[in-house]
């Protein structure tokens, strides 16, 4: 049976092509988070590492490998935008992601809009159908089971605004297929959208009708 298991120690390296953690743990909704400096100066870059944590108060959070620039400038304001990566908006989502010269900005390099928040001066990305705008709650460096720090930040943000196209509402219901959300999967350039054709509903079994 144990060879039916392909099993390794991740101290130790994978051996294989490519990592297969961040595969198998997704696809993963993409953190495209917008955030401004001080001085107003734009960042935009999208995290795999990212997801929802409580409902009320609503928070998210997302983990930045390496010391970067959305990791700065939340720190510095205690503010940002996660705006949904979209199918129509895969390709502007990517070209987020390139490494640039600090001060250049991504929203410029991508054709994108930026939008003044309502509760937050950092900004949204127009053309993004949902936008959650969001105070940093909590933060810290992530450390191994021996307690030695990684070269990675977990950053969690209440949601304080959230902007939603109408068009992805009916009779007050999110529609999360007809938004097209874009999802990060394994390997270095795999990506999934979703759609209703593959939709299945499951009742918690404590919403079940008791049985007479």
Known sequence: MSDDYYYYEPAAGHGLPHDPLNAIIGPRPIGWIATQDSKGQRNLAPYSFFNCFNYRPPIIGFASSGYKDSLRNILETGE???NLTTRPLAEQMNETSATLPHGEDEFVRAGLTPLAGKQ????????SPVNFECRLSQHWQLTSADGEPTDTWLVLGEVVAVHIDRRLLEQGIY?????????RAGGPSAYYSISDEQRFDLVRPDARPAKS
């Open 120 to 127: 937050v001066k950092a900004p949204r990305v127009a053309e």
């Open 175 to 183: 529609q999360t297929a007809k938004a097209q959300p874009v999802l």
């Open 80 to 82: 940002f935008v996660w």
